[in-house]
T-cell receptor, first 116, second 112 residues
Framework: DAGVIQSPRHEVTEMGQEVTLRCKPI?????LFWYRQTMMRGLELLIY????????DSGMPEDRFSAKMPNASFSTLKIQPSEPRDSAVYFC??????????????FGPGTRLTVL | DAKTTQPTSMDCAEGRAANLPCNHS???????VYWYRQIHSQGPQYIIH???NNETNEMASLIITEDRKSSTLILPHATLRDTAVYYC?????????????FGGGTRLMVKP
């Protein structure tokens, strides 16, 4: 398996533009997580899905952020409009199980977003 | 989930054992201890987890004290590639998902 796939790996955009980050989880995994990492705040959970349904979006910073998971193999995180303070590395992770304890999260390589 | 306390940074000589401590004095009976690490410019990577028994896998060993208020991650023979930030996370397992709350972690520098 190729692991969790994220695209693009790097994104540079100007303030006010819409940004869409994409994630393909590992096949067969039924939970998907979006995290954001900055120097100031560390690694923060934004939202997670279970069986394509958003379970907890309390970490989403504000209404400019939205996430969707239209099917089991694809998720998007959208920022509209983007602001310089959104600059960060965004990670997607997936996990195979909804029960049991051997449910490690597998992280993608991340998307480094720079908003000018 | 219980809060964890880790040293900000540690050094270790290559080939020696790296012992990374974690304090979780408010841990409750149904909370597990998880360890992840993040190598520079990569996503976090799962290492090991445990409830109350010591655990070992191909990457590391996890020693949990009898009162479960602290634990130690042991990398038996550290290599330069083990240089990373190591996160100790304590959490309850939820059936609908397994959210992780990352703290500041310990920055381990393995030196030649």
């Amino acid at each position: 398996d190729a692991g969790v796939i994220q695209s693009p790996r790097h994104e540079v955009t100007e303030m006010g533009q819409e940004v869409t980050l994409r994630c393909k989880p590992i096949s067969g995994h039924n939970s998907l997580f979006w995290y954001r990492q900055t120097m100031m705040r560390g690694l923060e959970l934004l939202i997670y899905f279970n069986n394509n349904v958003p379970i907890d979006d309390s970490g989403m910073p504000e209404d400019r952020f939205s996430a969707k998971m239209p099917n089991a193999s694809f998720s998007t995180l959208k920022i509209q409009p983007s602001e310089p303070r959104d600059s960060a590395v965004y990670f997607c992770a997936s996990t195979p199980a909804t029960s049991g304890t051997d449910n490690e999260q597998f992280f993608g390589p991340g998307t480094r977003l720079t908003v000018l | 989930d219980a809060k964890t306390t880790q040293p900000t940074s540690m050094d270790c000589a290559e080939g020696r054992a790296a012992n990374l401590p974690c304090n979780h004095s408010t841990i409750s009976g149904n909370e597990y201890v998880y360890w992840y690490r993040q190598i520079h410019s990569q996503g976090p990577q799962y290492i090991i987890h445990g409830l109350k028994n010591n655990e070992t896998n191909e990457m590391a060993s996890l020693i949990i004290t009898e009162d479960r208020k602290s634990s130690t991650l042991i990398l038996p023979h550290a290599t330069l590639r083990d240089t990373a930030v190591y996160y100790c996370i304590v959490r309850v397992f939820y059936n609908a998902g397994n959210m992780l709350t990352f703290g500041g972690g310990t920055r381990l520098m393995v030196k030649p």
